[in-house]
């Protein structure tokens, strides 16, 4: 297998045979082209000329050029992923990338809004909706549903119509890994999704059977990510506060505030659609320093 081909059947696989999402692949994807690339210059002509040396090269020079832990860590783990493909498709006779590690990525806590924030922006965004404009009804819903459900920005866009349950206040979703689940959301989302749906949709989609886009443009197309992120990023940079100003701040924003409120902790894993226990645990941190800094703003023994 020509090394200038083999990204391309490698990243074919982690979508068809793996399930990985979009957004992953495209990462990888990148990632092992830089790899390839940084093979090539070292004279590697073959997959086999891709040895643990060239690799941890790779990602020292990768570090050297100021690269963040996280994308160093991606890298690794895309560079161990082909390998142990090769290895097991019988391209390569050995996985030269098994002892390969990288730095541990930096843990931060998430950026998260409080109460008041969030009550803040959800009427800003209201009073625009109160205008009629289908693009103002369709943000509400947006802003609405992203912090009922915690949704990730690419399940968000990805809805259509048939995905929600008004009656049960329920919506499904195609998470990571194209694992499908069901989350809940509240009466405020269901009368911005409702109002959306007969006063902003109409006027802007195309059609309107099951498999239809929930959100659409100002064309009628399907709702782009950036879109999203551009809606929230606005509504963001008007809030106290540093860190990201993306949807994920939403996302953050929703499980913390289900752990304020006595959420269980499954409940919110299963919610958010995390494999892993951990992955949900960060909140959990995050509840407590917001803890810790009431007490010490609070209590007169602080």
């Known amino acids: 297998m020509e090394l200038d ?14 399930g990985f999402s979009a957004h992953t692949v495209r990462s990888y994807r990148s990632d092992l082209r830089q790899l390839l690339e940084f ?19 790779w990602l020292w020079r990768s570090s050297q050029a100021g690269l963040a832990k996280s994308t160093l860590a ?29 730095p541990r990525s930096d843990h931060h806590l998430p950026r998260v ?4 924030q969030m009550d803040e922006i959800l009427a800003r965004v209201a009073d ?7 693009i103002a009804l369709r943000d509400l819903a947006i802003v609405e549903l992203l912090y009922a459900s915690a949704l990730r920005v690419s399940e968000l866009t990805g809805l259509s119509l048939g995905d929600v349950d008004a009656g049960r206040l329920t919506v499904r979703v195609l998470g990571k890994g194209s694992k499908e689940r069901v989350v809940p959301f509240g009466i405020p989302a269901k009368a911005a999704v409702t109002g959306w749906l007969q006063r902003g949709r109409p006027g802007l989609a195309e059609s309107d059977g ?13 709702l782009s990510s ?7 990023s606005r509504l963001l940079d008007t809030v106290p506060g ?14 913390t505030h289900l752990l304020d409120g006595g959420a269980d902790l499954r409940a919110v894993q299963e919610m958010l659609g995390h494999a892993s226990l951990g992955t949900t645990q960060l909140y959990t941190h995050v509840s407590t320093e917001r803890l810790r800094e009431s007490y010490r703003l609070a209590h007169p023994r602080a």
């Not at 082909?82 to 590690?101: F, Q």
């Not at 625009?128 to 289908?134: E, H, V, W």
């Not at 950036?226 to 929230?232: D, G, H, I, P, S």
């Open 74 to 102: 991606r890298r690794a783990a895309a560079a161990r992923s082909l390998t142990a493909w090769l290895a097991r498709t019988g391209e390569t006779p050995s996985d030269s990338a098994a002892r390969l590690k990288a």
């Open 5 to 18: 081909r083999t990204v391309d059947a490698f990243a074919e696989y982690l979508s068809a045979e793996r």
């Open 39 to 57: 093979a090539e210059s070292r004279g590697a002509v073959a997959l086999g000329d891709i040895d643990l040396e060239l690799l941890r090269d």
């Open 242 to 255: 540093s860190g990201p100003a993306g949807p994920h701040t939403l996302r953050h924003t929703a499980a």
């Open 113 to 116: 809004l409080t109460r008041d």
């Open 128 to 134: 625009r909706a109160d205008t009629g404009d289908p």
């Open 210 to 222: 099951a498999g239809s886009p929930l959100f659409v443009g100002s064309r009628g197309k399907r």
């Open 226 to 232: 950036r879109t999203v992120y551009e809606l929230v």
